[in-house]
T-cell receptor, first 112, second 115 residues
Framework: SQQGEEDPQALSIQEGENATMNCSYK?????LQWYRQNSGRGLVHLILIRSNEREKHSGRLRVTLDTSKKSSSLLITASRAADTASYFC????????????FGAGTRLFVKA | EAQVTQNPRYLITVTGKKLTVTCSQN?????MSWYRQDPGLGLRQIYYSMNVEVTDKGDVPEGYKVSRKEKRNFPLILESPSPNQTSLYFC??????????????FGPGTRLTVT
């Protein structure tokens, strides 16, 4: 069963605007990761946030994690047309194994 | 160059004809995994491996087999492919397990069509 669920499913913004995507999950985790996928290509890791962290930054990316609500958000600031891609969150449930669960993703379209 | 490679990249086959998709990584990673991606469903994990000779099921293992005889290789075997296994397949590896899983490095994908 899918643990991670992103919303919105799709997002269309103008270049320069900020884009926010959300991810919810069901069980406790050790960390949560965000990935990016350009159309039909392999995923690229963006950022990892541990369960004891609340916020993390990397360049124009800002990730927050609220373990009490079992949710995370990815903010891309000052978006560019090159940010057009699908974004996925991934979790490994803290149940003893290392099964990885990806959400269905958010498709971001940045208009130039 | 550090990478995960998959072969073939594209494959069209017929129902019931056994096939193997190879995956190799040159980063000495312990963890390797196979995923399938279908429209609207994101990535679903098929199998993963923590190390040589250690494999475990993901969410959708039915109809697939894997083996991990060497650290660098993790082939995906479809003994009797069926049309519902038509999908985009990704192999991935990760440097270490520790507490939780670290970032995964993905291959370019294999687009499989079963007729």
């Amino acid at each position: 069963s899918q643990q991670g669920e992103e919303d919105p499913q799709a997002l269309s913004i103008q270049e320069g605007e900020n884009a926010t995507m959300n991810c919810s999950y069901k069980t406790s985790i050790n960390n949560l990761q965000w990935y990016r996928q350009n159309s039909g290509r392999g995923l690229v890791h963006l950022i990892l946030i541990r369960s004891n962290e609340r916020e993390k930054h990397s360049g124009r990316l800002r990730v927050t994690l609220d373990t009490s609500k079992k949710s995370s958000s990815l903010l891309i600031t000052a978006s560019r047309a090159a940010d057009t891609a699908s974004y996925f969150c991934a979790t490994v449930p803290n149940t003893g194994g290392f099964k990885t669960i990806f959400g269905a993703g958010t498709r971001l379209f940045v208009k130039a | 160059e550090a990478q995960v490679t998959q072969n073939p990249r594209y494959l069209i086959t017929v129902t019931g004809k056994k096939l193997t998709v190879t995956c190799s990584q040159n980063m000495n990673h312990e963890y390797m995994s196979w995923y399938r991606q279908d429209p609207g469903l994101g990535l679903r994990q098929i199998y993963y491996s923590m190390n040589v000779e250690v494999t475990d099921k993901g969410d959708v293992p039915e109809g697939y087999k894997v083996s991990r005889k060497e650290k660098r290789n993790f082939p995906l075997i479809l003994e009797s492919p069926s049309p519902n296994q038509t999908s985009l397949y990704f192999c991935a590896s990760s440097p270490r397990t520790g507490v939780g899983l670290h970032e995964q490095y993905f291959g370019p994908g294999t687009r499989l069509t079963v007729t």
